[in-house]
């Protein structure tokens, strides 16, 4: 039996681009590798090259991965597109392992050129695996567009992918596989990773031992350069980053205007017609993926290859095209007076939001019969809730035919979805932007931070140093960049681009990676980036009822779904998986003791996310009820970074303000009063050995958490009227970040109206492209 496999763990740098590698000793075979342990997954990468002088064309590298890993793998010239992509996984004890190659965002295939030797020292044992690999003919290759080839003499950006699924035929080394569950990249000194030749041929030749540590040797901290081979910078007139709501429909609009605009976004494909693939085998022979099919939201949360979600943010947002559109539950209101009023930190100049909801609603007016066969599903839990309301003097209504009526009303749950699929912002902005030639939509790619000169910018710095050989693509004299990177997106980059509070600018100047990418101090922007945050703070209620059919809690939608309802929705996108889980949603207007006017939201659906009861119940039978505290909350908080680059909330954003939590309470309260009024109705959570307040003092903040984050550029604090960052002359941001204070209840249509109306600012605003 093996024994455990010796691993060298380098210092933990941080994550993602905040990572740099440097040399370690591997115990096990006594190579100095030159590389990282990236801390997400634990997988070490490292590489070792002849001497310089040699030009040699080969190295010796490894990956050694936790058992779990499902595969994983490494780009040593820095980004997916035509490059040297090694990749292993374990299988029967043994490594199997490939060199590939890509030209597009698809499955990598089998590489020609390099010669893989494994090296004695590779090897599978419980709780690791290892493959230690000679790779000759290596360094530099052919491509459709010139050679490109690993910096060897100077620093670059190693790739790389990490998948926690297996792949489809372990045994076979040209196995296909699905998307990466997580990607990243580290800064490597190349010129610093050589070795004499006898010592390189000892370990070529599967020698273990005698590896030193070079003597001055430190994490490199020099601005990374990119692979000797590049593809030219071409600038822009508007470069905008990111692809949620808010960048598709700016992305949309600038290029309809005939601007020259380059779309990026970090994450890959979602939808079927995107190039999205990921779906489950009841569905193979369409082009429908997990992304297009709204009954598969609830496995957005359970699926142990969540590659959509973005792994250095540590709530929950989506990284792939479409942002978080692409992964939610698809609730869609178009947006009431309030949503843009004065009363709640809009400009004056925003209030007339109607043209442009008019816009979006043109676009997409959202539905609530989503069934292709125009029938509703699954409703059980609408009826009942529909019952708990009735005697508090709810009415019935269709939910976007009144967008103002908010109070004591309920209606079907509305959604972003168009013939039984999701469409939001991808289906309708994306898909028109896209044909035009004057936009370029560049995937898979990550913007660092802005590349400014004072108070103008330039350019942006990506992750893809492919470009210009340093990654920056510049703007066009008159240029401008906006970012619609999200609520936690956009301030990071702010921060790694010297805008923002100090305490914040400062983690980014302490970052080896970051720090030297920053401008001079004197220029930095003091700016309340991430301040002024809120989240609807939000209660689940978990009831059970004889009429309702809880799907199994949507837990075999994936593996084993019911084969009627999956071959109907396979044929057409008909029946119970053409809607997301929720079923009903309801409004209510309080007074607090502030005078303060706030709603309440509800959202209602079969299933439970958790049941805290140890009374027996009918698990066949649960449906849940979530409260949300929506317009007027007043508490917030406030999102940062830590020191390893990641965003997160420094101040959770819930019950900041005590009257917050009165209201809710008061709002739960109301609804519990009720149930005795619809007979065969129990609530089992919180259930009858807990009182409704015991229950939300105990709740956990964290399960608070609605995933509708706003405010962390507000508008007038961050941006000016025209969504401008203060201080700079043309940089904007427009995503969920600048809007002041929570729209009502799900945000994502009134993030797109904000984005309607601010490109329509910006396109009128003198002085630019
Ligand atoms: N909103 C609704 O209206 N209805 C819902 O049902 C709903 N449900 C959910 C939900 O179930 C979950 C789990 C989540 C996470 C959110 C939900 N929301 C819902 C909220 C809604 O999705 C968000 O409010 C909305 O998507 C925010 O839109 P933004 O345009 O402001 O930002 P996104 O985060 O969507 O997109 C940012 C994009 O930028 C991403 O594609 C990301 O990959 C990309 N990006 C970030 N940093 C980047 C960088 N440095 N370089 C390049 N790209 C970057």
């Given at each position: 039996?093996?024994?455990?496999?010796?691993?060298?763990?380098?210092?933990?740098?941080?994550?993602?681009?905040?990572?740099?590698?440097?040399?370690?000793?591997?115990?096990?075979?006594?190579?100095?590798?030159?590389?990282?342990?990236?801390?997400?997954?634990?997988?070490?990468?490292?590489?070792?090259?002849?001497?310089?002088?040699?030009?040699?064309?080969?190295?010796?590298?490894?990956?050694?991965?936790?058992?779990?890993?499902?595969?994983?793998?490494?780009?040593?010239?820095?980004?997916?597109?035509?490059?040297?992509?090694?990749?292993?996984?374990?299988?029967?004890?043994?490594?199997?392992?490939?060199?590939?190659?890509?030209?597009?965002?698809?499955?990598?295939?089998?590489?020609?050129?390099?010669?893989?030797?494994?090296?004695?020292?590779?090897?599978?044992?419980?709780?690791?695996?290892?493959?230690?690999?000679?790779?000759?003919?290596?360094?530099?290759?052919?491509?459709?567009?010139?050679?490109?080839?690993?910096?060897?003499?100077?620093?670059?950006?190693?790739?790389?992918?990490?998948?926690?699924?297996?792949?489809?035929?372990?045994?076979?080394?040209?196995?296909?596989?699905?998307?990466?569950?997580?990607?990243?990249?580290?800064?490597?000194?190349?010129?610093?990773?050589?070795?004499?030749?006898?010592?390189?041929?000892?370990?070529?030749?599967?020698?273990?031992?005698?590896?030193?540590?070079?003597?001055?040797?430190?994490?490199?901290?020099?601005?990374?350069?990119?692979?000797?081979?590049?593809?030219?910078?071409?600038?822009?007139?508007?470069?905008?980053?990111?692809?949620?709501?808010?960048?598709?429909?700016?992305?949309?609009?600038?290029?309809?205007?005939?601007?020259?605009?380059?779309?990026?976004?970090?994450?890959?494909?979602?939808?079927?017609?995107?190039?999205?693939?990921?779906?489950?085998?009841?569905?193979?022979?369409?082009?429908?993926?997990?992304?297009?099919?709204?009954?598969?939201?609830?496995?957005?949360?359970?699926?142990?290859?969540?590659?959509?979600?973005?792994?250095?943010?540590?709530?929950?947002?989506?990284?792939?095209?479409?942002?978080?559109?692409?992964?939610?539950?698809?609730?869609?209101?178009?947006?009431?007076?309030?949503?843009?009023?004065?009363?709640?930190?809009?400009?004056?100049?925003?209030?007339?939001?109607?043209?442009?909801?008019?816009?979006?609603?043109?676009?997409?007016?959202?539905?609530?019969?989503?069934?292709?066969?125009?029938?509703?599903?699954l409703m059980q839990s609408a009826d009942v809730t529909a019952q708990l309301?009735?005697?508090?003097?709810?009415?019935?209504?269709?939910?976007?035919?009144?967008?103002?009526?908010?109070?004591?009303?309920?209606?079907?749950?509305?959604?972003?979805?168009?013939?039984?699929?999701?469409?939001?912002?991808?289906?309708?902005?994306?898909?028109?932007?896209?044909?035009?030639?004057?936009?370029?939509?560049?995937?898979?790619?990550?913007?660092?931070?802005?590349?400014?000169?004072?108070?103008?910018?330039?350019?942006?710095?990506?992750?893809?140093?492919?470009?210009?050989?340093?990654?920056?693509?510049?703007?066009?004299?008159?240029?401008?960049?906006?970012?619609?990177?999200?609520?936690?997106?956009?301030?990071?980059?702010?921060?790694?681009?010297?805008?923002?509070?100090?305490?914040?600018?400062?983690?980014?100047?302490?970052?080896?990676?970051?720090?030297?990418?920053?401008?001079?101090?004197?220029?930095?922007?003091?700016?309340?980036?991430?301040?002024?945050?809120?989240?609807?703070?939000?209660?689940n209620l978990v009831f059970t009822h004889p009429s309702i059919d809880a799907y199994d809690n949507w837990?075999?939608?994936?593996?084993?779904?019911?084969?009627?309802?999956?071959?109907?929705?396979?044929?057409?996108?008909?029946?119970?998986?053409?809607?997301?889980s929720p079923r009903l949603?309801?409004?209510?207007?309080?007074?607090?003791?502030?005078?303060?006017?706030?709603?309440?939201?509800g959202t209602a659906r079969p299933g439970a996310a958790?049941i805290?009861?140890?009374?027996?119940f009918n698990a066949t039978q649960i449906m849940t009820i979530t409260?949300?505290?929506?317009?007027?909350?007043?508490?917030?908080?406030?999102?940062?970074?830590?020191?390893?680059?990641?965003?997160?909330?420094?101040?959770?954003?819930?019950?900041?303000?005590?009257?917050?939590?009165?209201?809710?309470?008061?709002?739960?309260?109301?609804i519990?009063?009720?149930i005795?009024?619809v007979?065969g109705l129990t609530m089992i959570t919180?259930?009858?050995?807990?009182?409704?307040?015991?229950?939300?003092?105990?709740?956990?903040?964290?399960?608070?958490?609605?995933?509708?984050?706003?405010?962390?550029?507000?508008?007038?604090?961050?941006?000016?009227?025209?969504?401008?960052?203060?201080?700079?002359?043309?940089?904007?941001?427009?995503?969920?970040?600048?809007?002041?204070?929570?729209?009502?209840?799900?945000?994502?249509?009134?993030?797109?109206?904000?984005?309607?109306?601010?490109?329509?600012?910006?396109?009128?605003?003198?002085?630019?492209?």
């Open positions: 039996m093996l024994r455990r496999l010796g691993l060298c763990i380098l210092p933990l740098l941080g994550s993602v681009f905040a990572q740099s590698g440097g040399p370690y000793i591997d115990p096990d075979n006594g190579v100095t590798f030159y590389g990282i342990t990236e801390p997400a997954h634990g997988v070490t990468y490292g590489f070792v090259f002849p001497p310089l002088d040699q030009n040699s064309t080969e190295f010796i590298g490894e990956i050694v991965a936790p058992i779990a890993a499902g595969w994983a793998g490494v780009a040593p010239g820095g980004s997916m597109l035509r490059n040297l992509l090694l990749v292993a996984w374990p299988n029967a004890g043994k490594i199997v392992r490939s060199a590939r190659y890509a030209t597009s965002y698809a499955l990598p295939t089998a590489m020609s050129g390099p010669v893989l030797t494994d090296l004695p020292s590779s090897k599978v044992n419980e709780t690791h695996w290892k493959w230690v690999y000679r790779c000759q003919n290596c360094v530099t290759w052919s491509t459709d567009t010139g050679t490109n080839s690993i910096p060897v003499s100077s620093t670059g950006v190693p790739a790389w992918a990490f998948s926690s699924r297996a792949v489809q035929t372990p045994s076979d080394a040209q196995s296909t596989f699905v998307q990466h569950t997580d990607f990243g990249f580290f800064g490597l000194d190349f010129s610093e990773a050589h070795v004499s030749d006898s010592q390189y041929q000892l370990w070529a030749s599967g020698g273990t031992g005698t590896g030193t540590l070079p003597p001055t040797s430190s994490p490199t901290t020099s601005t990374p350069a990119g692979p000797t081979s590049t593809v030219p910078a071409v600038p822009y007139d508007y470069i905008v980053v990111g692809s949620g709501p808010g960048g598709l429909v700016t992305a949309d609009r600038l290029s309809e205007a005939g601007k020259k605009v380059l779309l990026i976004e970090r994450g890959g494909p979602s939808l079927g017609f995107t190039g999205g693939s990921y779906q489950p085998d009841w569905l193979k022979g369409t082009n429908l993926t997990k992304f297009d099919t709204p009954g598969l939201f609830e496995t957005m949360f359970s699926d142990d290859n969540s590659f959509w979600w973005c792994k250095d943010i540590t709530v929950f947002a989506g990284c792939l095209l479409g942002g978080g559109s692409a992964i939610n539950g698809g609730l869609w209101w178009l947006p009431p007076d309030f949503d843009f009023s004065p009363n709640y930190g809009w400009p004056r100049s925003w209030a007339n939001h109607l043209p442009y909801s008019a816009k979006l609603k043109a676009r997409l007016p959202g539905t609530d019969t989503p069934s292709t066969d125009g029938k509703r599903y309301l009735k005697p508090a003097g709810y009415t019935n209504i269709t939910i976007n035919n009144s967008p103002n009526s908010k109070n004591r009303v309920y209606g079907y749950s509305t959604f972003g979805f168009l013939g039984g699929k999701r469409a939001g912002p991808i289906a309708t902005y994306y898909k028109s932007a896209i044909t035009r030639k004057n936009l370029s939509y560049k995937p898979n790619t990550m913007v660092l931070n802005v590349v400014r000169n004072g108070s103008t910018i330039t350019g942006v710095k990506t992750s893809d140093n492919v470009i210009g050989g340093n990654g920056v693509i510049p703007l066009t004299p008159k240029g401008r960049v906006i970012l619609s990177a999200g609520s936690f997106g956009t301030p990071r980059i702010l921060f790694r681009s010297g805008i923002g509070p100090s305490d914040m600018v400062n983690l980014v100047k302490a970052d080896p990676v970051a720090g030297p990418l920053l401008p001079p101090q004197q220029q930095w922007i003091n700016l309340p980036v991430g301040h002024n945050v809120s989240d609807n703070p939000s209660i837990a075999n939608v994936w593996s084993s779904p019911r084969p009627v309802d999956a071959e109907q929705y396979a044929t057409n996108q008909s029946g119970v998986f053409a809607h997301a949603n309801f409004w209510r207007a309080y007074t607090g003791r502030d005078k303060k006017v706030r709603y309440i939201q958790s805290t009861t140890d009374n027996p409260v949300y505290l929506s317009t007027g909350v007043t508490s917030r908080g406030r999102i940062g970074i830590d020191a390893a680059m990641k965003a997160l909330p420094l101040v959770d954003p819930w019950f900041t303000d005590p009257i917050d939590k009165e209201v809710l309470l008061q709002g739960l309260n109301d519990v009063a009720n005795p009024k007979s919180p259930d009858n050995t807990t009182t409704v307040k015991d229950y939300v003092d105990a709740y956990s903040p964290a399960s608070m958490n609605s995933n509708h984050w706003v405010g962390s550029c507000s508008i007038n604090h961050v941006v000016d009227q025209n969504t401008k960052v203060l201080s700079t002359n043309n940089l904007f941001v427009v995503d969920a970040s600048i809007i002041p204070s929570m729209p009502m209840g799900n945000p994502q249509a009134s993030i797109m109206v904000m984005a309607e109306q601010a490109v329509a600012k910006i396109l009128a605003l003198p002085g630019g492209a």
